[in-house]
């Protein structure tokens, strides 16, 4: 039985908490989180974009620690799950593979690319495992789409394009700060950005236009170029107005076939605008028949990847970490040819 620690009880904590109940040969033996009405199990005051409202949980059975280093210095575990702040991640995870843990972070592995290199240094010296939380290939539509690609049915992949947009979070604090969440590219597209790369590769380079809100992208359109001469693009960022409160979709470009998918949140309604839909070359749209459109479901099939990996000690080719450090490379490129006018090398 793999034994898991969570460093940090918000949201995302919470998620995690709820699905790891849905993973067999996995406990949540230990939870470290400084509110002491958190770590009592009243978790009434967590909320989230999607999942169950927080509630009061029992909590028997499960050590609590008021700081991450307790947790780890004194809690009977195999692992860490880390579901702190962005800016935290670094410290926390090399704490816990310095201690011999097993790590699974929470994107984006840092704010920066040098810190997300010195957590992956850290596994190496340490020889522990290190995944890091990439969701998006857990959805259904992009699960689909990833398994047509690889399935090679389809033919060699051509190039595509991607959305991620939001309304303006305004009631989550710090979003606009660069070293604290780093707004709406590595809080929201890195998400694009890890499955542009997990499918075409790594980025010859790149160019972004766009507008830029308290010295962060806001909203932007980025070119990415690939050594095979495959164009890849992708649209994200917030907007002010916050009647359409998330708008999602692909369309992905195959010799003998292109998927296309669109899906908002318009008013208090989330609905397909383009179903997922696979358009063949003898001119037929047949829609892709889906199972779990939970967004839970995406991070129990998620969840239940880690402990697969943990528990065998073998790698994973969706959250290994030199995906996730690619993936904040990408955004930290993009930003700088958003405020710089001009194409960036990768």
Known sequence: MLRIGIAGLGFMGMVHYLNYQRVRGVKVAAIATPEPERRAGDWRKIKG???PPGERMDLSGVETFATVDEMIDNADIDAVDITLPPSLHMSAAIRALEAGKQVFCEKPIAMTTSDGKKIVKAATKA?????VG???PFFPEYAWALKAIRSGKYGQ????SFRRVISDPTWLKNYWTADQVGGPMLDLHVHDAHFIRLVFGKPSSLSSIGRMHEGLPEFWHTQ????????????S???DQQGRSFDHGFEIHLEDATLVFEFAVLGDTGRYLCPPTLLTSTGRAKE???SGGDPMDAFAAELKEVTRCFSSGEPSDILGADLALDAVEMCHAQSKSLASGRAVRL
């Open 134 to 136: 990439h969701v998006l």
């Open 127 to 131: 020889g522990c495992p290190l995944l």
């Open 157 to 160: 992949v051509l190039g595509g």
């Open 49 to 51: 974009n999607f999942g």
């Open 237 to 239: 960022g917030t907007i």
């Open 224 to 235: 990415f170029q690939f050594e095979s001469g495959v164009t890849v693009e992708a649209t």
């Open 288 to 290: 892709a028949k889906l």
